[in-house]
Each structure stands twice: as C-alpha cells, then as structure tokens.
C-alpha cells in the first residue's frame, strides 16, 4: 500500500504546504511519541534541525505534539543528522528527530525519525506512525500532569565533535594540510571547521553563514563548483563539500576534480579490507552506483552488494550480513564502525587519514577507479504511471537489448519529488547517452499526451 506521508527518507515536502505543515508535524508528534512509549520511565526524544527558515515552525509543532504524548523534549538547535543519531544512544533517548530535507533547496523541509538504537525506523514502525496520522489520538494523550517538558540541550556539538574525532586513531594529526570545508550554509557550519581545526588541519572555511534561505544554495554537495574554485584559489590539499544536514559528503582533490562517493567507498574498502578492518568481504551501495565500483571491487575479490535507492535500505542489508561499508554515488557514506547512518564528517576524516598515511595529494589517493560512463537524466511527471505505458515500455525494452550485458539502465521514480530518474552505463558512452534520451522522450510524450 502506498505510503500518503512517508517517502524514501522521512516525510518531506515544500514547507508550509502538505505534508510539511505545522499541523501534520504536530500530529507525527503524537504519534510516534505514543509509538515510542515503554515503560514507566520518563521518556524523551532529542530533537535537532538544520539552518532552514521552516525549521522554526517545525520545531515548535513537534514540540507540542511529542509533549502531548508525554514525552519530554530535548532540543539541540541546528546539528547534522548523524549527530542526532548518535545523541539518542549517548541520551538513552526514546526517539530522535532531525528536521531537515537534506539536499533539497531551502523552500522544502523534513522530519527523518530515529529509534532508540540510532537507526533510521523500518517500514513497519512507519506504517504504524502514518496510520496514526488521520485518526483521532486525543483519547491516548498524555493526562494534563503527566505531559512533557522541553529544554534546550548544551554541549551537544562538543560531544558530537569529540565522538568524530574519536574515529581516528589518537595520534593522527592532521597537521599540513590545507583544506577548504564548504558547510552549505546548513547544519554543519559549527562542528565541521571545528573539529578540522582540532585535528590540526589548516581550515579554509566557505558558505557558512546560514540565514534560514541559502541552504544548499549554489553550494554544499550537489553544488561543489565554488569549492572547486577556492581550492584552487587557496591551493589547498584537498576539498570537502557536505549537505544541508551533513550526512553526505563530496571531495575536491587538489586539482579541483569532484570524487563522488563510489570513489571514496572504494578508497575506504581498499584501506580497511588491506587493514584487516573490512567486515563481510565487501560493500553495500545502491542500483545507482557505478560498474566501475563492481569491477574495481571484483579484482580484489570483493563484493558489491545492491540495494534498491535509500540509505536506509543501504543500513538494513548491512545489518543484516554484516559489513561495515556502505553508501550511495551521491556521497551517503555509512561507516558502521563508527555511525548509524551516513556521516559526511566522518567520512572525510578517513579519506584524510588514508592520505596522511600515503603521503601523496588526494588525486593519487582518492581515484581508485576509472567510471564507466554513466548518464542520469530526470523527466517531470504529470501524474499518472507512465512507466506502465506501453510506448515507454517499448523504449525501455529496446535500451536494454541495445546496452546488452557491457551496460546497465535503471529507472525509478524519485522518492521525494515528481520526477522519473532515468540511469543508464556502459562502457559506449554515445549508445549510452542515446537510450537514455530515447526514454526520457517516451516519459514526455506520454505526459504531454495526458
């Protein structure tokens, strides 16, 4: 059954508009605080956001609703996702909260949901929320002396900072490295440059002045020309771009060359399994992932495992057969050694390790692979199911005859916005970059036929 308030990733959506309304926020409020209740104790939810003008808003709607079901609010301002995972364990909270659309331009928000244990909540634990959502829940509320208190929480970005820190072993320094650190105007801006600078690292820092609306602006991750530049304005070593709440993570070489984050799965994989370190004999990443990666992996007798597009979906076939790399091509790296999600901090931290270990510039240490020529266009769809029109089937299937077993092509519809993702790769760039159009022109006749 589809999901009418969940996607891929939490709830999202433009802010102030279905389903990212104060009224639906208070609501999740309700319900996952009456999801979450066990036992007698007093429970609480830590609750953080990024730097988005929505946030506010939000905020304070989920506050009334975690309230009304009893449970005490921990708030923790503008903080990156991984950085509220870790603060439900270290709080023994019941439940955490990051108020954020990650990527997406300031006008859209989310509210991503962690259980007790860190991770991202199942499937099932989110059916049980959304089917709360249109019923009346007064009746379980909490009585008017049992309801919750909110507080704001210090110290937590010291804590955080410490616990990335802690990732690398106690006598690494970073010490003569010149690096640019791109916050995105997002959640990052505090802790990113700081813990850089603790470790030793001469920190040159950019877009790191939120104003509620230039999250992600022509910045971040899915924006890393400006970080390009200043690395080479600056001459820096090495580059890092995070997102808007900091869980994903792109790096600039020296050069100003963009390594996504197959290329720094890859690095990591090859560093930890000749370390010893790497668990299950191999990595998990998604559909979307270069072939590149596989083959890079296959030669050393490593396994790419797939999963479909999510990093939680990523997360649970990790759990599930033990290993300890994982991510997506967009830099949504888990490292379960160290995070129960993606952790664009963290991330980079190993790559500067594996660098300060080799002694050579990040363009000899960070590209493991030569990528299959691989190309991602995006379609608007005007509702509908036009993946189940004949004429798009017609394309899909003669893309696929053509790209043969030297190619792949996926196709999916976006989790978080009207949109058909279509991907193919192989190893004919010009084959590849054809098929792709030649659907994305089926997708669009059958729309402008609607």
Sequence with gaps: MAKKYFGTDGIRGRANRFPMTADVAMKVGMAAGLTFQNGNHRHRVVLGKDTRLSGYMIENALVAGFC???????????????????????LRADIGVMISASHNPYHDNGIKLFGPDGYKLSDKIEGRIEAMLDKEVELALAD??????????????????????????????????????????????????????????????????????????????????SLAKKVHEVRADIGIALDGDADRVVIVDENGSVIDGDQIMALIAQSWHEAGRLTGGGVVATVMSNLGLERFLGERELKLHRTKVGDRYVVEHMRAHGLNVGGEQS?????????????????????????????KPASEVCRKFEP???????????????????????????????????????????????????????????????????????????????
């Design 144 to 225: 008017a002396n049992a309801l919750g208190r909110a507080k704001r929480v210090d110290g937590v970005h010291d804590r955080y900072i410490e616990h990335a820190k802690r990732t690398l072993p106690r006598a690494m320094s970073l010490s003569g490295l010149r690096i640019v650190i791109d916050c995105a105007n997002g959640a990052a801006y505090r802790v990113a440059p700081a813990a850089l600078w603790e470790l030793g690292a001469e920190v040159i820092t950019i877009h790191n002045e939120p104003n509620g609306l230039n999250i992600n602006d022509d910045c971040g991750s899915t924006h890393p020309a």
């Design 372 to 450: 299959v020529p691989q190309v991602l266009k995006n379609v608007r769809t005007g509702g509908g199911k036009p993946l189940e029109n004949a004429q798009v089937k017609a394309a899909i299937a003669d893309a696929e005859k053509k790209l043969g077993k030297s190619g792949r092509l996926v196709i999916r519809p976006s989790g978080t916005e009207p949109l058909i993702r279509v991907m193919a790769e192989g190893d004919n760039p010009d084959l590849v970059n054809t098929v792709v159009d030649d659907i994305i022109s089926a997708i669009s006749d059958v729309r402008s036929a609607a």
């Design 68 to 90: 009304a079901a009893g449970m005490d609010v921990f708030l923790l301002g503008p903080i990156p996702t991984p950085a509220v995972a870790m603060l439900v364990r270290s």
């Design 331 to 359: 830099g949504h790296v888990i490292l379960s050694d160290f995070s129960t999600s993606g952790d664009g901090l963290v991330t980079a931290l190993q790559v500067l390790a594996c660098i300060k270990r080799q002694n």
